[in-house]
């Protein structure tokens, strides 16, 4: 059973451009959080979806980032007009279906970006 | 504001010795505590946790204390092993129908041989 897998593990932007950061939970598993870890920084909660459904994006920045996770597909975190305060590691954890429980959320290797 | 502190940036321990890793939180509604080790490069992977109703969890090498009125745990690690060098953080968690969790900053373990 393969883990969570991140896609792209490292990401290279310019300022403005856009930075697509996708992820595949575990089999099984259909829902899916997503982590920011700033450097010298804890990890930090951003959004948790189900299938097709945001169900908390309390720490999402109002603007220019959204996520997605479709009936088909990976989930997406998506970055528009990246400034260079958003290099960070950003972290993907699934979980099973009826849990929510830390010890249940399973986390990916994370994708660093670098807005240059 | 900082709701889950891991006041020690870093900890040099020798082989064999005993690891106390400290977190302290700040939000009473919090009643879930895990810890998590992270190697370089890696996601961070499920370690140990505690319910608010329990005082300890002991998992082997691992034992995570809980003094709920002091608001602090303690992670300790014995015998600490070279392979136990990583960073480790201490997240919280509210016991609803599904809860996000908090992280701390992070801890990073040396175990020299």
């Known amino acids: 059973n393969a883990g969570v897998m991140q896609n792209p593990r490292h990401l290279v932007r310019r300022r403005g451009q856009e930075a697509r950061l996708r992820c595949s939970p575990m089999k099984g598993h259909s829902h899916v959080y997503w982590y920011r870890q700033l450097p010298e920084e804890g990890l930090k909660f951003m959004v948790y979806?189900?299938?097709?459904?945001?169900?908390?994006e309390s720490g999402m920045p109002k603007e220019r980032f959204s996520a997605e996770f479709p009936k088909e597909g990976p989930s997406i975190l998506r970055i528009q007009q990246v400034v260079r305060g958003d290099s960070a590691a950003y972290f993907c954890a699934s979980s099973p279906p009826g849990t929510g429980g830390g010890e249940t959320q399973y986390f990916g290797p994370g994708t660093r970006l670098l807005v240059l | 504001d900082q709701q889950v502190k891991q006041n020690s940036p870093s900890l040099s321990v020798q082989e064999g010795r005993i690891s106390i890793l400290n977190c302290d939180y700040t939000n009473s509604m919090f009643d879930y505590f895990l810890w998590y080790k992270k190697y370089p490069a890696e996601g961070p992977t499920f370690l140990i946790s505690?319910?608010?109703?329990?005082d300890k969890n002991e998992d082997g090498r691992f034992t995570v204390f809980l003094n709920k009125s002091a608001k602090h745990l303690s992670l300790h690690i014995v015998p600490s092993q070279p392979g136990d060098s990583a960073v480790y953080f201490c997240a919280a968690r509210r016991n609803s129908g599904y809860s996000t969790l908090t992280f701390g900053k992070g801890t990073m373990l040396l175990v020299s041989p």
């Open positions: 979806l189900q299938k097709e459904n945001i169900i908390d």
């Open positions: 505690i319910s608010s109703i329990k």
